[in-house]
């Protein structure tokens, strides 16, 4: 019920689960979304070296933009979990649908071109040249492509 020893469950416990959703509320429990792209940035050569963790997305799931010198990572997934008796009857069905974005100021003359990025594992890597930022003019969002 509080975390501190591992979970032993049985089956259809609903007295047990009215207690659980009770202590799992979000202001006993620290916010999940702290996990959802947890970043680590380096630099190297040049350039600077992102790896974002995404885990459970594909990389169909992620989108990648560049708008006023800001690179964008936007990530996606609708999810739904069906569990059936042996007689095909539904006993528990469960869906998920999330998404979380975060952005990183890259200077406003890097174009889409310019970053690289890739997907392996659950984890999303980019290369950004490290360059002074210039003014210029506004411009309109550009996606970059995911290999």
């Known amino acids: 019920m509080f975390g501190f020893l591992p ?3 049985r089956a ?3 007295f047990d689960d009215i207690f659980d959703d009770a202590f799992t509320a979000p202001f006993f429990t620290s916010n999940r979304n702290n996990d959802i792209m947890r970043t680590d940035i380096s630099e190297k ?3 600077y070296l ?3 963790a995404l885990p459970g997305y594909k990389k169909e ?3 990648l933009s ?4 800001n690179l964008i990572i936007e990530a996606g997934r609708n999810e739904t979990n069906e569990e059936k008796d042996a007689k095909g009857n539904i006993i528990r069905q469960e869906r998920y649908s999330g998404s979380a974005s975060r952005s990183f ?3 406003e003359n ?4 310019d970053i690289k990025a890739s997907f392996e594992n659950g984890e999303l890597h980019l290369t950004v040249p490290n360059t002074k930022a210039v003014e210029h003019q506004p411009e309109e969002q550009k996606y970059i492509a995911i290999d």
Do not use: A
């Open 7 to 9: 979970e032993r469950r």
């Open 12 to 14: 259809y416990d609903l």
């Open 45 to 47: 050569d040049g350039n």
């Open 50 to 52: 992102l790896n974002v």
């Open 61 to 63: 799931d992620i989108k």
């Open 66 to 69: 560049l708008k006023n010198g």
């Open 105 to 107: 100021y890259v200077g």
């Open 110 to 113: 890097i174009k889409e071109e």
